[in-house]
């Protein structure tokens, strides 16, 4: 069964760090972008940061940029999230996507046809 799940989330201080991890599993083809999106309650999910697969390319939302990296260890079928000087505003359940085919708009998540569970990250002050 194809799935992707997400692990490392959990709590932290405002100006500390986290890693998440994304493993993908079961899939008989190859992901051309992969991406990770957050929700906070009562807002809608927004896009993270993405990477481009084949050529390692990546984008960020305005609000990580300059804190927040993404990166994959395509060996291992596992995409990252490292995410330093976190902000109570980073609190959110984190989703890892994928989608199939490229195109625009890495950070639309509803362009995306797979998604994990999600992993909680919260954040005080």
């Known amino acids: 069964q194809a799935q992707l799940v997400e692990s490392g989330g959990g709590s932290a201080q405002a100006g500390g760090s986290l890693r998440l991890s994304c493993g993908a599993s079961?899939?008989?083809?190859?992901?051309?972008?992969m991406g990770w999106f957050r929700q906070a309650p009562g807002k809608e999910r927004e896009g993270v940061g993405a990477?481009?697969?084949?050529?390692?390319?990546?984008y960020y939302g305005d609000a990580v940029k300059g804190r927040f990296t993404i990166s994959q260890d395509s060996a291992k079928n596992t995409l990252y999230l490292q995410m330093n000087s976190l902000k109570p505003e980073d609190t959110a359940i984190y989703y890892c996507a994928a989608r199939r085919y490229g195109g625009n708009w890495p950070l639309q998540p509803n362009l995306y046809s797979y998604w994990g569970p999600g992993t909680q990250v919260t954040v005080s002050s």
């Open positions: 990477i481009y697969c084949d050529t390692g390319r990546t």
């Open positions: 079961g899939f008989t083809f190859s992901m051309n972008q």
